[in-house]
């Protein structure tokens, strides 16, 4: 999946929707980073610093809502090149994706997963409230 997201960002033409649901598919049960906490330093900051999600939200809730994202079927796929990077990112609605009961006191309406096809996995996931506050290039290709 890793070498088809670089292939279409480096690629004039556009991704066929197969290809989307393919890639949606892959970030869908990817991990987070393999470094020992990553999950966790990221879960408390949703929870903790930003409130996006509810304290009670476990690291298995927080993978589990970002996996949903890529599993919705009105996600939206975007491929990017960031600093030196090849991304991926899904945008999907966050009421969709986070259960009621995980919802924090400060919740956006958009959830925000970023996966990096350099080091394949996700590298964060939070909500936001409008789509100039997450940094897209002008030349990322938006797949669907």
């Known amino acids: 999946m890793d070498i ?3 292939e279409i960002i480096a690629s004039p033409r556009p991704g066929h929707p197969a290809e989307s649901q393919t890639i949606l598919a892959h970030i869908a049960v990817s991990g987070f980073g393999p470094r020992q906490g990553d999950l966790d330093r990221h879960l408390v900051k949703r ?3 930003e409130g996006q999600w509810a304290p ?4 298995d809730d927080y993978l589990d809502c970002l996996h ?3 599993r919705h079927p009105h996600a939206q796929l975007v491929l990017f090149e960031d600093r030196g990077g090849t991304i991926g990112a899904v945008i999907a609605p966050t ?3 986070v259960p009621t009961r995980l919802l924090g006191r400060n919740l956006a309406p958009l959830v925000l997963v970023v996966y990096s096809a350099d080091r394949g996995m996700i590298i964060t996931g939070y909500q936001f409230t409008q789509f100039a ?3 897209v290039p002008d030349t990322a290709q938006w797949l669907r």
Do not use: C, D, N, S
């Not at 009670?56 to 690291?59: Q, R, W, Y």
């Open 56 to 59: 009670e939200t476990t690291a």
């Open 133 to 135: 506050r997450i940094r």
């Open 68 to 70: 949903a994202a890529a």
């Open 4 to 6: 088809l997201i670089r």
């Open 47 to 49: 929870v903790q610093a």
């Open 95 to 97: 009421r969709f994706v």
